[in-house]
């Protein structure tokens, strides 16, 4: 797939997913993007896991999202103080691993928090 064509996927995909996904990078870097948004994708629509160049997801990464049914009290909004990799709720309620930046606002299951890594709140 050229370069020009994943990055068109991975718009698409982002609309889909309701988030924005970064376009910048080596093909290497993207096609992982795509992988890991297609992923996505498929586990939050019941897909089967099948990506456009005919691969299959792994297991551990359908695992990677959980419906969840957690009141909004066992919620927390957080910052993290530095780039972690965490389950965060999508816009949908699902929990999906993430790779989040310092400084961006997520939420995160309550028992998940860790204070020397992240403030709660903003």
Do not use: W, Y
Request: charged fraction near 30%; glycine fraction near 10%; charge should be negative.
């Amino acid at each position: 797939m050229e370069k020009k064509d994943i990055i068109a996927r991975l718009k698409l995909l982002s609309d889909e997913l309701g988030r924005e996904i970064e376009t910048t990078g080596s093909v290497v870097d993207l096609e992982l993007r795509l992988r890991e948004a297609e992923d996505e994708f498929a586990a939050i629509n019941g897909d089967d896991g099948v990506h456009s160049e005919g691969g299959v997801s792994s297991q551990a990464a359908a695992s990677m999202i959980h419906q969840t049914d957690l009141s909004s009290r066992e919620r927390i909004k957080v910052k993290p103080l530095t780039c972690l990799h965490l389950k965060v709720f999508n816009p949908r309620g699902n929990l999906i691993s993430k790779c989040v930046p310092p400084g961006e606002m997520v939420e995160i299951a309550s028992g998940d928090f860790d204070h020397k890594k992240m403030i709660k709140g903003g």
